[in-house]
């Protein structure tokens, strides 16, 4: 069976929907729409994953087995598994 690599974020979303008393509305942006126009022609969500793309990339400016050992372990995951000794 082959995952998705964000499949433990969404089964958490899926997970907190359930428990929520009202409905919440999940908008995909589309990735790199900055490549054809500046940041204030884009959507105001797009502008969001532009801010957090950047956040990201500070994160990924330390080693990456900090990176590893950050990662967390969500309230819905039952199991998690580590490769190559990384996790």
């Known amino acids: 069976m082959v995952m998705k690599s964000n499949m433990d974020v969404l089964l958490e979303i899926q997970n907190v929907k359930k428990k929520l008393k ?14 054809t126009r ?13 801010s957090m793309d950047k956040l990201a990339e500070k994160q990924y400016s330390k ?10 372990h969500l ?3 039952q199991v998690s598994f580590s490769t190559c000794g990384i996790g």
């Open 75 to 77: 309230p819905t995951q």
């Open 22 to 35: 009202t409905s919440i509305e999940i908008i995909h942006v589309k990735a790199h729409q900055d490549d």
């Open 63 to 72: 080693p990456i087995s900090e990176h590893y050992r950050k990662m967390p």
């Open 38 to 50: 500046t940041i204030a022609e884009l959507s105001i969500p797009a502008q969001l994953n532009m």
